[in-house]
């Protein structure tokens, strides 16, 4: 079962700008789509980024369009997150995912192998 883990969340000033990345155990993993999602406290999950396995493709939900990037290294087996203006309704667990099956779309629905997931928290 591949292991997903995230680092570089912190507490940071609204505006400001932090790098997420998401490490896989598998080399396998750059041939499957990847993503990020996000839940707030008291607030459902929800889709963030996707990536295709080429890294070809990105989707990004309408709330970070323009705000982050995702990409990939897939030498390194990592992908990133970059996240700028942050603001603090993008405070939140950030979670890395890998997609159900390889090949497929960064789509919300296909993604699955849940990373523990890394806190951002955005001050006003």
């Known amino acids: 079962q591949v292991q997903l883990v995230e680092s570089g969340g912190g507490l940071v000033q609204a505006g400001a700008s932090l790098r997420l990345s998401c490490a896989a155990s598998?080399?396998?993993?750059?041939?499957?789509?990847m993503g990020w999602f996000r839940q707030a406290p008291g607030k459902e999950r929800e889709f963030v980024a996707g990536?295709?396995?080429?890294?070809?493709?990105?989707n990004y939900a309408d709330s970070v369009k323009g705000r982050f990037t995702i990409s990939r290294d897939n030498a390194k087996n990592t992908i990133y997150l970059q996240m700028d203006s942050l603001k603090p309704e993008d405070t939140a667990e950030y979670y890395c995912?890998?997609?159900?099956?390889?090949?497929?779309?960064?789509?919300?629905?296909?993604?699955?192998?849940w990373g523990q997931g890394t806190q951002v928290t955005v001050s006003s």
């Open positions: 990536i295709s396995a080429r890294g070809g493709t990105t």
């Open positions: 598998e080399r396998s993993s750059s041939a499957y789509a």
């Open positions: 995912a890998r997609g159900r099956t390889p090949r497929g779309s960064p789509d919300p629905s296909a993604f699955g192998s």
